[in-house]
């Protein structure tokens, strides 16, 4: 286990250059000027001897290559440079971020977790009988519907007519994550109760389960010690997705409800063209994604002895 870990681990360092790199290309091909999108933004009219001393100061009349150099130097010293727009500092700025997304991100998985396993089980236990056809419509609809929608609708039958819940967020509380936790989560649930029915549906039709049925075996011991620990791989896997989701911020519902997390932050980076911010959102999604996977991986092998990381047989 540990040479398959530090094994993987090797395997994370190129591509997680190789992200930074093809992200700093693509933001500096996009062919925008922070300085001038600085300028237009605070309605101070500057003269281009001034303007071209901001871009030198700045570092944005260096080649591509010695600006990225430059920056993965700083990076790699864990400096991340300061805001183009604010002037803090963004891995202050950043983080300061982090613990709305992190609540955000618990309150969401939980509620998924709470919804899509318990129906997607009923689901398969009662399959082709009517509260399958309903879970499975419900599911349908859950899922054809946009964040975006179902946040509106709910801002606006428990927020503006009830008045339930405050229609903008008003800090990290269960009262103002309340809306957003339930738009994401009627949205993933939707899609993972299917994959859930389908999962447990697959194991219920193995041998094994008609040998513990004729063994006399009572159907709920099958299912809790055999049918949903093995379904299990799936839901795990369902769940990292969602989780390396989520911890990169949701920045639709973030930005109608204006929850104040990285996914706000990300989205007002890109619209002023800040760059350092944008690339710092850019490494946080990278780590989040291949941590996630790689966890996930090694959680394979505790949940089912026959899997095994990095293509190892049993």
Same mark, same amino acid.
């Given at each position: 286990?540990?040479?398959?870990?530090?094994?993987?681990?090797?395997?994370?360092?190129?591509?997680?250059?190789?992200?930074?790199?093809?992200?700093?290309?693509?933001? $500096?091909?996009?062919?925008?000027?922070?300085?001038?999108?600085?300028?237009?933004?605070? *309605?101070?009219?500057?003269?281009?001897? /001034?303007?071209?001393?901001?871009?030198?100061?700045?570092?944005?009349?260096?080649?591509?290559?010695?600006?990225? /150099?430059?920056?993965?130097?700083?990076?790699?010293?864990?400096?991340? *440079?300061?805001?183009?727009?604010?002037?803090?500092?963004?891995?202050?700025?950043?983080?300061?971020?982090?613990?709305? !997304?992190?609540?955000? &991100?618990?309150?969401?998985?939980?509620?998924? /977790?709470?919804?899509?396993?318990?129906?997607?089980?009923?689901?398969?236990?009662?399959?082709? $009988?009517?509260?399958?056809?309903?879970?499975?419509?419900?599911?349908?609809?859950?899922?054809?519907?946009?964040?975006?929608?179902?946040?509106?609708?709910?801002?606006?039958?428990?927020?503006?007519?009830?008045?339930?819940?405050?229609?903008?967020?008003?800090?990290?509380?269960?009262?103002?994550?309340? %809306?957003?936790?339930?738009?994401?989560?009627?949205?993933?649930?939707?899609?993972?109760?299917?994959?859930?029915?389908?999962?447990?549906?697959?194991?219920?039709?193995?041998?094994?389960?008609?040998?513990?049925?004729? $063994? *006399?075996?009572?159907?709920?011991? !099958?299912?809790?010690?055999?049918?949903?620990?093995?379904?299990?791989?799936?839901?795990? &896997? %369902?769940?990292?997705?969602?989780?390396?989701?989520?911890?990169?911020?949701?920045?639709?519902?973030?930005?109608?409800?204006?929850?104040?997390?990285?996914?706000?932050?990300?989205?007002?980076?890109?619209?002023?063209?800040?760059?350092?911010?944008?690339?710092?959102? /850019?490494?946080?999604?990278?780590?989040?994604?291949?941590?996630?996977?790689?966890?996930?991986?090694?959680?394979?092998?505790?949940?089912?002895?026959?899997?095994?990381?990095? *293509?190892?047989?049993?």
């Amino acid at each position: 286990m540990k040479k398959i870990l530090f094994r993987r681990l090797l395997m994370l360092i190129p591509i997680l250059f190789g992200v930074t790199f093809l992200s700093f290309a693509m933001m $500096r091909i996009a062919g925008s000027d922070a300085v001038l999108q600085k300028t237009d933004t605070s *309605g101070v009219a500057l003269s281009e001897e /001034v303007i071209e001393a901001q871009r030198e100061e700045m570092g944005l009349d260096k080649p591509f290559l010695i600006q990225y /150099v430059n920056w993965l130097g700083r990076f790699l010293r864990g400096d991340l *440079g300061e805001s183009y727009i604010s002037g803090e500092d963004v891995f202050t700025e950043f983080v300061s971020k982090l613990p709305a !997304t992190l609540f955000l &991100t618990l309150t969401s998985v939980l509620l998924t /977790v709470i919804i899509s396993i318990p129906l997607g089980i009923l689901a398969a236990v009662k399959q082709n $009988r009517f509260i399958d056809y309903l879970i499975r419509v419900c599911s349908f609809i859950g899922n054809s519907l946009p964040n975006f929608f179902v946040a509106l609708v709910l801002m606006y039958f428990f927020a503006i007519r009830l008045g339930v819940f405050p229609v903008i967020s008003e800090g990290i509380s269960l009262r103002s994550a309340a %809306l957003p936790t339930l738009t994401l989560a009627i949205a993933m649930s939707a899609k993972y109760l299917r994959q859930v029915r389908a999962a447990v549906l697959d194991e219920l039709s193995k041998g094994y389960v008609t040998g513990a049925k004729a $063994r *006399g075996v009572k159907f709920s011991v !099958t299912m809790r010690k055999s049918v949903l620990r093995a379904a299990l791989v799936t839901i795990l &896997t %369902l769940l990292a997705l969602s989780i390396g989701n989520l911890l990169g911020g949701t920045a639709i519902v973030e930005s109608i409800f204006m929850w104040d997390g990285v996914g706000k932050l990300a989205v007002d980076a890109i619209n002023m063209r800040d760059y350092p911010v944008i690339q710092a959102y /850019v490494v946080w999604m990278a780590l989040i994604y291949v941590a996630v996977n790689l966890v996930t991986d090694l959680t394979y092998s505790l949940l089912d002895p026959r899997i095994r990381p990095g *293509g190892e047989d049993a």
